[in-house]
């Protein structure tokens, strides 16, 4: 067999250095390659949908009200994902899903950024301070950085949030002018709480990011279990718009709480919630006159009142004939 010369083995270098430099400059996963101008400015507004009348069952009114957390995500490329639907939710996924806390979270972010040059910007929007309302911040695409993703905690939760997954804003050769995408809630898997004002109590071993629908988890203490519902209603929504103008003459929208609360009641369709009630009491002792038939009873109690047009209560007492243990 020849030896190479050297004058072959530096083309072959050459050639290996060209198509790792090409696959590095690739999207995973087969994804097209923006070809858009290099940057793009967007305005991103989530608007909180969580209503009593859209969600009655447990809805948080005290201690603490319903409300979201501050807006956490990033613009990046395809080789970073902030969170996925079926995988583990990284620790500062965790933190901020079960605390609201984003220190851990900004941490991988930004690690992601030095790393793998994967993550192009973080941003943030402030919090919600009612389960309806509005937040807004700014960001920045690039065209090798064209996805958005975010995470919005839902409090109070056990760890349950709602978010985007790699959202592309960039469409081949032109940046995508807006976008709305309705939001549902998801379960990070790292604490096995039903409701929303359940105790701490970690899923071992860590369970995947999974969507909370009316149905699953299909227990009936779980807070979004509606059963006559074949799918929730959005809990929240995105919206994205490019901006034309320069990011400081972006005036965010108004957060109108009250204003909000109005057009959600009129916007969002009455979720029934039926009533549920106790399991019976043991029966009563059976009284009644010597030689004659007496009578016992036995009771139950309202678990859950009935909301927006859902089945009513059954009977809370009920009677039936018995031989007197003790006649008078």
């Not at 990070?188 to 109590?201: I, R, Y």
């Not at 999974?210 to 699953?216: A, M, V």
């Not at 034309?244 to 969002?268: E, H, K, T």
């Amino acid at each position: 067999m020849e030896t190479p010369t050297l004058a072959t083995s530096s083309a072959l270098w050459a050639l290996l250095l060209a198509t790792l430099g090409s696959a590095a400059g690739q999207p995973l996963g087969g994804d097209t390659v923006c070809t858009a101008r290099p940057l793009a400015k967007y305005s991103i507004t989530f608007t909180g949908k969580w209503s009593q009348t859209a969600f009655p069952k447990q809805y948080p009114l005290f201690r603490p009200p319903a409300q979201w957390s501050s807006l956490l995500g990033a613009v990046h490329s395809s080789d970073y994902s902030l969170w996925r639907q079926d995988q583990y939710a990284s620790n500062g996924l965790r933190d901020f899903a079960e605390r609201g806390e984003a220190w851990a979270l900004m941490k991988e972010m930004q690690a992601a950024g030095e790393r793998l040059q994967s993550v192009h910007t973080v941003f943030s929007a402030p919090a919600v301070p009612s389960g309806t309302g509005q937040t807004s911040a700014e960001l920045e695409a690039h065209a090798r950085h064209s996805l958005v993703s975010f995470v919005v905690r839902i409090v109070p939760s056990p760890d349950w949030f709602v978010g985007i997954d790699s959202l592309d804003l960039c469409d081949g050769d032109r940046w995508r002018e807006e976008v709305t995408v309705d939001l549902y809630p998801h379960d990070a898997g790292t604490d096995s709480g039903f409701t929303f004002s359940s105790p701490n109590f970690a899923t071992i071993p860590q369970d995947t990011v999974t969507e909370i629908t009316s149905s699953s988890p299909s227990h009936p203490a779980n807070s979004f279990y509606y059963p006559r519902l074949k799918a929730l209603p959005p809990i929240a929504r995105v919206t994205l718009v490019r901006l034309r103008q320069s990011p400081r003459a972006f005036i965010p929208p108004a957060m109108d709480l009250a204003g909000n609360d109005i057009l959600d009641s009129l916007s969002v369709p009455e979720t029934p919630l039926d009533c549920e009630v106790s399991l019976w009491s043991s029966w009563g002792l059976c009284g009644g006159p010597c030689g004659k038939l007496g009578a016992k009873s036995r009771t139950r109690y309202i678990r859950v009142q009935p909301a927006n047009h859902g089945a009513p209560c059954p009977e809370l007492e009920e009677e039936a004939e018995c031989i007197p243990d003790n006649c008078v």
